[in-house]
């Protein structure tokens, strides 16, 4: 087994590809290991006579413990290994060094959820204050609090797509004390779309589990709009190409791609004003700085109250029963692969299983709360829930889903 330290950086990474733990694994040495090409390195000899795991090869993902010491200064030290699933790279991270690597070594490892939670939780939000996100997230935290024992703090981290608040969020220990939500569609998409995101929404992350989803979407203009269906604003668009603007919650989320998507269908093209959420994009309309909307749920009571008429409705082969008279992308003859984005709960890479098991009981209870469904069904969501595994099989199928999709409409990084 093959490790190598950077002297530079004091962090430890694989060679690629290794024989590890009776596992043949192609690692990915990462962005880090790049970084460390002109770097002091040396190679480190593991102590296998001080070598623990939780484990044989079918547990090969978990946790291992061990010794090594650096084959030119000697210095010792303590490392741990950890690896969520066997198709990710293990992480290792240096515990202790030198004399206190020994010593640490030889105490009894204390189960590390016995006092968990002992201090308030942070869940991390990549909206502004009042958007649907924001506000779901803060009655599934109110509800977890009460079950946890200890306070679990929302904090809105916009920006990027919520891509600051998932590079933030991946960059933090895995200790339970650091969640975040994020729509499913923009972990995805942001990987795909934008060449300087920081993480991987695979390898950065624990899913924990998902617990809501936006509604179909739709397209809408204001009421003294010239517009009066779909059809007359493709055709404005054909003759007077990027003559028209919309907003949508932010790139990568389902409403700018379903947008998107039908929009390549009608040869047509339109101007996308991107905005840090749901709010943001409403008072675009509002205050005329768009002609029209990608509406991500935050429109419905504009068009209830007459304000908004609403054209189309995006991601649904069928129409709203709340707006029977709103025709379907589908019906004007557009195709809409898009989905709905899920509302996701997570937590920084390899979450330890103890840890995980706590948050998921304590959220997953929240989730299925009446106070949960009720903000969800207020805010014009609904309910679905989804465990890690469920979640871990569908992201994988929708990223794969996406990445066809954003190349065939030309959104994917160069």
């Not at 024989?19 to 000899?45: A, P, R």
């Not at 690597?101 to 502004?128: E, M, N």
């Not at 109250?305 to 709203?320: F, K, N, P, T, Y």
């Not at 996701?344 to 929240?366: M, N, T, W």
Request: charged fraction near 20%; proline fraction near 6%; charge should be positive.
């Amino acid at each position: 087994m093959d490790l190598t330290l950077c002297i530079d950086c004091q962090r430890v990474f694989a060679n690629s590809p290794i024989h590890d733990f009776g596992e043949t694994v192609e690692w990915n040495v990462g962005n880090h290991g790049q970084s460390c090409v002109n770097h002091q390195t040396e190679k480190l000899i593991i102590d296998f006579s001080h070598f623990s795991s939780n484990g044989g090869p079918e547990k090969v993902y978990r946790t291992a413990i061990f010794l090594a010491t650096a084959q030119n200064s000697g210095e010792k030290f303590l490392i741990k290994r950890s690896r969520t699933r066997l198709d990710m790279p293990a992480k290792y991270q240096i515990i202790a060094k030198g004399d206190q690597a020994v010593t640490a070594h030889t105490l009894p490892l204390r189960p590390i959820s016995q006092d968990f939670p002992g201090k308030p939780i942070r869940v991390y939000v990549g909206v502004k204050p009042g958007a649907r996100m924001d506000m779901t997230s803060r009655v599934l935290a109110r509800e977890a609090e009460r079950l946890l024992g200890v306070a679990v703090v929302v904090e809105n981290k916009p920006g990027g797509g919520s891509s600051v608040e998932a590079s933030l969020l991946a960059s933090k220990k895995a200790d339970g004390y650091t969640l975040g939500v994020i729509s499913t569609t923009v972990l995805l998409g942001n990987h795909i779309m934008t060449k300087n995101v920081t993480y991987h929404p695979f390898n950065d992350f624990t899913y924990v589990l998902s617990y809501g989803r936006y509604n179909a979407g739709g397209v809408c203009v204001r009421k003294d709009s010239p517009f009066k269906n779909l059809p007359e604003l493709i055709e404005h668009s054909r003759k007077n190409p990027g003559g028209l603007s919309y907003s949508s919650a932010g790139t990568g989320t389902s409403f700018h791609l379903a947008l998107e998507y039908m929009s390549k269908q009608a040869r047509a093209m339109f101007k996308h004003v991107s905005c840090t959420g749901g709010i943001p994009a409403m008072t675009a309309l509002l205050g005329g700085y768009v002609d029209f909307t990608a509406g991500s749920g935050s429109h419905l009571n504009y068009v209830r109250q007459g304000i908004w008429r609403m054209l189309a409705v995006m991601m649904s082969g069928e129409r709203d029963p709340n707006f029977p008279e709103v025709p379907t992308f589908k019906e004007f003859g557009y195709a809409c692969p898009a989905t709905p984005a899920g509302l996701l709960l997570l937590a920084p890479r390899d979450l330890p299983d103890p840890i995980y098991k706590k948050v998921e009981s304590a959220f997953g209870q929240a989730a299925h709360s009446p106070e949960v469904r009720k903000a969800l069904e207020n805010l014009g969501m609904s309910f679905v829930f989804r465990d890690r595994r469920q979640l871990e099989t569908e992201l994988s199928e929708d990223y794969k889903f996406y990445a066809e999709f954003l190349q065939e409409i030309g959104l994917v990084k160069k």
